[in-house]
T-cell receptor
Framework: GAGVSQSPSNKVTEKGKDVELRCDPI?????LYWYRQSLGQGLEFLIY????????KSGLPSDRFSAERTGGSVSTLTIQRTQQEDSAVYLC???????????FGPGTRLTVL | GDSVTQMEGPVTLSEEAFLTINCTYT??????LFWYVQYPGEGLQLLLK?????DKGSNKGFEATYRKETTSFHLEKGSVQVSDSAVYFC???????????FGTGTRLQVFP
């Protein structure tokens, strides 16, 4: 079946602009994760959704970052007033439920000029 | 907090050489341990995992054993191929949270 998909694959934006990154998880997967991969910080957890439970936002680096998951499926990660240090590859992963294998999407490469 | 430390790269080997990539962790409780691989131009893929002490994860000729006494999960392969060239990430997830905590990654380059 189809894997995790993310869009756009690349996004170039100017400092101060808002961006939205989209993740389509594998159908039927109830858990969804966002991670960030950057040169300086490696791979770091951002936020986790599991079913209808309150999301675990403990990894969001600032209040400029937010995410939502509509209808238990598609998720959008929003970065407001982007800064150059936000430049990274943003990865989405989904799993059948908590504690199951996480399947990763190809990522969105964000470049903030 | 929980953390993962893995050896710096790049690791450069000739084809058919023996591979070891070291990984140690710090965690409260009993985490699950993983190796993920990122091939050039591709997304992260789970390579192998172990969920309790002394478990051995294996896949595609790679192996890693969960060593609680040394808090380690070293990745090994007896004979690497050019196609194994990739970045390898060690990771853990704690029993009470499902987020993955990753090491910094180790780039492996295998030459014919």
């Amino acid at each position: 079946g189809a894997g995790v998909s993310q869009s756009p694959s690349n996004k170039v934006t100017e400092k101060g602009k808002d961006v939205e990154l989209r993740c389509d998880p594998i159908s039927g997967h109830t858990a969804l994760y966002w991670y960030r991969q950057s040169l300086g910080q490696g791979l770091e957890f951002l936020i986790y959704f599991q079913g209808n439970s309150a999301p675990d936002k403990s990894g969001l680096p600032s209040d400029r970052f937010s995410a939502e998951r509509t209808g238990g499926s598609v998720s959008t990660l929003t970065i407001q007033r982007t800064q150059q240090e936000d430049s990274a590859v943003y990865l989405c992963a989904s799993s059948r439920s908590r504690a199951y294998e996480q399947f990763f999407g190809p990522g969105t490469r964000l470049t903030v000029l | 907090g929980d953390s993962v430390t893995q050896m710096e790269g790049p690791v450069t080997l000739s084809e058919e050489a023996f591979l070891t990539i070291n990984c140690t962790y710090t965690a409260t409780g009993y985490p699950s341990l993983f190796w993920y691989v990122q091939y050039p131009g591709e997304g992260l893929q789970l390579l192998l995992k172990a969920t309790k002490a002394d478990d051995k994860g294996s896949n595609k000729g790679f192996e890693a054993t969960y060593r609680k006494e040394t808090t380690s999960f070293h990745l090994e392969k007896g004979s690497v191929q050019v196609s194994d060239s990739a970045v390898y990430f060690c990771a853990l997830s704690s029993h009470n949270t499902d987020k993955l905590i990753f090491g910094t990654g180790t780039r492996l380059q295998v030459f014919p």
